[in-house]
């Protein structure tokens, strides 16, 4: 029973901030890594961050220093600030389970996806 339930996606303006949420179910959250990913028309998805179970953090160097990828394991939920938003940020986003604590073993299970539209 294993899911991923982005939320949080919206249109908004460039420029806007936007919090996306995925919450997490089915497993341990607290020792898999997890990450975002984003897929705008057109192209392929792509990485966009992660966070590893102790909390360290991977960006894509388009989106370092507007967005903050973040968890909290009391509820199971990781998080995705998008501050300075611009009209390439247009995508739907996706939440990923990545490495899990002590393997190198990544589930690679995917949420449904949450669509972020930047236009004025």
């Known amino acids: 029973q294993v899911q991923l339930v982005e939320s949080g996606g919206t249109l908004v303006q460039p420029g806007g901030s936007l919090r996306l949420s995925c919450a997490a179910s089915g497993f341990v959250f607290r020792i898999n890594g997890m990450g975002w990913y984003r897929q705008a028309p057109g192209k392929q998805r792509e990485l966009v961050a992660t966070?590893?179970?102790?909390?360290?953090?991977n960006y894509a160097d388009s989106v370092k220093g507007r967005f903050t990828i973040s968890r909290d394991n009391a509820k199971s939920t990781v998080y995705l600030q998008m501050n300075s938003l611009k009209f390439e940020d247009t995508a739907v986003y996706y939440c990923?389970?990545?490495?899990?604590?002590?393997?190198?073993?990544?589930?690679?299970?995917w949420g449904q996806g949450t669509r972020v539209t930047v236009s004025s």
């Open positions: 966070i590893s179970s102790g909390g360290s953090t």
């Open positions: 990923k389970r990545e490495a899990i604590l002590g393997t190198g073993y990544a589930p690679g299970f």
